[in-house]
């Protein structure tokens, strides 16, 4: 076989391409622990908790429940409703600010109690009982009284504890020069690679997304942001400073310390790796918080950083609920900076907990209600992956970047078993088409628009905080634009997640597909025409049809609420000023997208959209070397690229006052 980059023989390229990857059906989870000091650990508390398939709503196993020393929080609740304790404003606060997880003291109170305090043992004034943490009431009279203990449940604080001895100063961590940090993430990268089949499996057996997206884009992600930031850890440098002729003065960057990493569900190892590349190429320590529903591949990659040789405590991995374990990371006092995924209500309290207790740096990436506008004169020109091609491996199949179409799509249009004879020779227009055994005929000029709005909507069965929710059509264009886009959503192939022609997977749990659904009816009352879908696909898991909107107004729920599912709703505009007005008016600020071949109009909208990311002629192109984040309730804050680096550092500025004697 020739090479896979495209070799040419006699004058034509090669086109024999690998076999497809298949998923391990029958797969063994082995990886069910708590992750600390390159050690697997049973739950203090002997607890755990399930994760589904939601292809099947079947249980894959039960994970180890990590969570936070503290005090029990219902026998406190029940403690103060008996009235047994005295309650002011400042202390019903900050009870429900933490949750009823920790207080570390309550105020002064004169007469029947005098002082009154509950918290870990050995930190304040509860009382210790070995393994047990105490609250207690003090009065003049006599000696303390226990009103409620309950089991310590430390699992976090070990974790913490445990990534403040490796960052410790003469640690194996510590001690090691930038160049062998930069060696073990790219082994990191080259055991990913090893794992590839089995990770992808795993992210679909616990997300539902296609086996062949998680294969060919989430891990192909992780892999060249490994490797990225593993050539980045011996090139952090600080500057040196005119200043005072008998001074010298330069600054170091150094990394801040135990770094908390909390990760989402829509893209568990990914999100992870986005966030343990640069914290890990800096030299700090993590410890890691994935989310409940998804936890199988972050745990799998503990058994990745021990293979590794990473030194124990430097990565810690700790599965359990946002509520206890991730709100213990956020106020956890020794942990330095916490970098977040998720919801932008999740964010707030993330960074509200952060102020009210050390004051931890915080970096976020929440929600995001997209603008993608397609002007009259888009055109396919140029030559388009499509969506998300640039983490896919579309460039090792001859010609495949010339269709203008997604490797999915391609895919499926080829048929999965005649892989290995497939056929990409273009034909029609400039810039792609298929041949006529793909059933599609030659690409027309709207089409590529049309499908980058398609994916960038229903990629990740819509659950991705790009997707592209508010999509505006300039009004010349606008009905056919509608009527491609419910043809690709009608073709759009959903089922199974590990079949290899499916395209969209089930929806991620009970809760989102409720949420998404009840959206859909918004939408039906509020106004909105709905031209397919609509409906959940009732013989199978969490599965929802491929929905479309049009006549959309800004007003309806559908325009203003992240629905986080397949709905596409389609709104016209007339003018760039207003497009720009309605675009913009939103809480959110994360991505946008234009598609015009006039380059005034491309760069004043680029210039004028509120949001961290524009693409031109593209959606979802995404490098481990350009920064990605929010404007407004988007987050703060930035990841990838070299501007994540600043992230997990410190600036120290060293000033040395020079002798002024001669030598």
């Not at 986005?274 to 410890?287: E, R, S």
């Not at 693409?615 to 703060?636: H, R, T």
């Amino acid at each position: 076989m020739a090479a896979l980059n495209g070799a040419v023989e006699n004058g034509q390229p090669d086109r024999k391409v690998p076999p497809l990857p298949r998923p391990l059906r029958s797969l063994e989870v082995k990886y069910t622990k708590i992750f600390i000091n390159n050690e697997w650990h049973e739950s203090t508390s002997g607890k755990k908790f399930p994760t589904y398939n939601p292809s099947t709503l079947q249980k894959i196993c039960d994970i180890e429940e990590g969570d936070k020393v503290s005090v029990i929080g219902q026998a406190v609740q029940k403690t103060f409703s008996r009235g047994f304790l005295f309650v002011g404003k400042h202390i019903k606060e900050k009870l429900a600010f933490n949750n009823n997880i920790h207080l570390a003291s309550l105020s002064w109170r004169s007469g029947t109690l005098d002082l009154i305090v509950y918290g870990p043992t050995g930190l304040t004034y509860g009382k210790e009982l070995g393994q047990h943490l105490a609250l207690c009431r003090k009065s003049w009279e006599g000696d303390s009284q226990l009103l409620a203990c309950a089991r310590a449940l430390p699992d976090v604080d070990n974790a913490v504890e445990a990534a403040k001895a490796a960052f410790q100063r003469g640690s194996p961590w510590r001690q090691m020069d930038a160049p062998s940090r930069g060696r073990l993430l790219h082994k990191l990268a080259d055991l990913l690679e090893r794992d590839r089949v089995i990770l992808a499996t795993l992210e679909t057996m616990d997300t539902g997304k296609p086996f062949l997206q998680a294969y060919f884009i989430d891990l192909e992600g992780c892999i060249k942001t490994l490797r990225y930031y593993a050539g980045w850890a011996d090139k952090i440098q600080g500057r040196t400073i005119p200043v005072d002729e008998n001074f010298v003065c330069f600054t170091r960057h150094e990394p801040m310390g135990v770094c908390g990493a909390i990760t989402p569900w829509n893209f568990p190892l990914l999100m992870l790796v986005w966030k343990m590349a640069p914290a890990l190429c800096c030299g700090n320590t993590l410890v890691v918080k994935p989310a409940e529903q998804t936890p199988l591949t972050s745990l799998y990659i503990g058994s990745l950083i021990k293979e590794v040789g990473f030194p124990p405590g430097v990565v810690n991995i700790v599965p359990g609920y946002g509520p206890t374990a991730g709100a213990a990371i956020s106020t956890h006092d020794s942990i330095d900076k916490i970098a977040f995924t998720g919801s932008t209500k999740v964010g707030k309290l993330i960074k509200e907990a952060a102020s009210k207790s050390n004051l931890k740096r915080v970096t976020l990436e929440l929600g995001g209600k997209n603008p993608c506008i397609v002007c009259a004169d888009a055109d396919c020109e140029y030559g388009l992956l499509a969506v998300l091609a640039n983490q896919c491996m579309v460039a090792r199949i001859p010609r495949a970047r010339k269709t203008g179409h997604c490797l999915q799509r391609v895919l499926v249009e080829e048929s999965i078993r005649n892989y290995d004879q497939l056929d990409l020779k273009t034909k029609g227009r400039k810039g792609g088409g298929y041949n006529k055994r793909s059933g599609l005929g030659a690409v027309r000029p709207l089409d590529l628009a049309v499908e980058c709005a398609h994916q960038g909507v229903f990629f990740n069965q819509g659950q991705c905080c790009t997707a592209a929710s508010r999509v505006f059509v300039e009004e010349q264009i606008y009905p056919e634009f509608v009527k491609r886009s419910v043809e690709f959503a009608k073709k759009r192939l959903v089922g199974d997640p590990f079949d290899a022609r499916t395209e969209q997977g089930p929806q991620i749990d009970q809760r989102q597909f409720d949420k998404i659904l009840e959206l859909i009816e918004s939408g039906k009352k509020e106004g909105a025409k709905l031209e397919c879908g609509g409906l959940a696909i009732e013989d199978r898991g969490l599965f929802i049809k491929p929905t479309v909107f049009s006549e959309v107004t800004d007003n309806m729920r559908i325009a203003k609420e992240e629905i986080f599912g397949p709905v596409q709703p389609i709104m016209k505009f007339k003018s760039i000023e207003e497009v720009i007005r309605r675009a913009n008016s939103t809480e959110y600020g994360l991505t946008a997208a234009v598609f015009t071949k006039n380059l005034d109009r491309a760069l004043t909208l680029a210039s004028a959209l509120q949001s961290g990311t524009v693409w031109i002629n593209c959606y979802n192109a995404l490098y481990a070397q350009a920064p990605f984040g929010g404007f407004k309730m988007s987050g703060n804050g930035r990841e990838l690229g070299e501007y994540a680096l600043a992230e997990y550092t410190e600036v120290k500025t060293v000033t040395i006052k020079l002798s002024q004697k001669s030598p």
